[in-house]
Nanobody
Framework: DVQLQASGGGLVQAGGSLRLSCAAS????????IGWFRQAPGKEREAVSC????????YYADSVKGRFTISSDNAKNTVYLQMNSLKPEDTAVYYC????????????WGQGTLVTVSS
């Protein structure tokens, strides 16, 4: 079975840091792009960052550039999102997802982990 297990969320003060983890299983991790998305209350889901497991290329939304860093440990089939200098507007449920290399659609989604940044 395909599984994406997101973890690492929590409550942190503005300016603090958190590291999210996305552990994947059930598919060929090395062929997929793994992305982090977030959805704040009352807002649409937005893409935060993604990384290609095959070549390590990355993408960051403008809102998190310079503060968030995505990385991949292919030996552990795990992608990390290091979030520094957190702001209250980063508060959201964060989801990781895997992009099917054929369809270029995010086919697999994790359950989400809540990040709350207090001011």
């Amino acid at each position: 079975d395909v599984q994406l297990q997101a973890s690492g969320g929590g409550l942190v003060q503005a300016g603090g840091s958190l590291r999210l983890s996305c552990a994947a299983s059930g598919f060929n991790f090395d062929d997929y792009v793994i992305g982090w998305f977030r959805q704040a209350p009352g807002k649409e889901r937005e893409a935060v960052s993604c990384i290609s497991s095959s070549d390590g290329s990355t993408y960051y939304a403008d809102s998190v550039k310079g503060r968030f860093t995505i990385s991949s440990d292919n030996a552990k089939n795990t992608v990390y999102l290091q979030m520094n200098s957190l702001k209250p507007e980063d508060t959201a449920v964060y989801y990781c997802a895997a992009e099917n290399p054929s369809s270029r659609q995010y086919a697999y989604w994790g359950q989400g982990t809540l990040v709350t940044v207090s001011s």
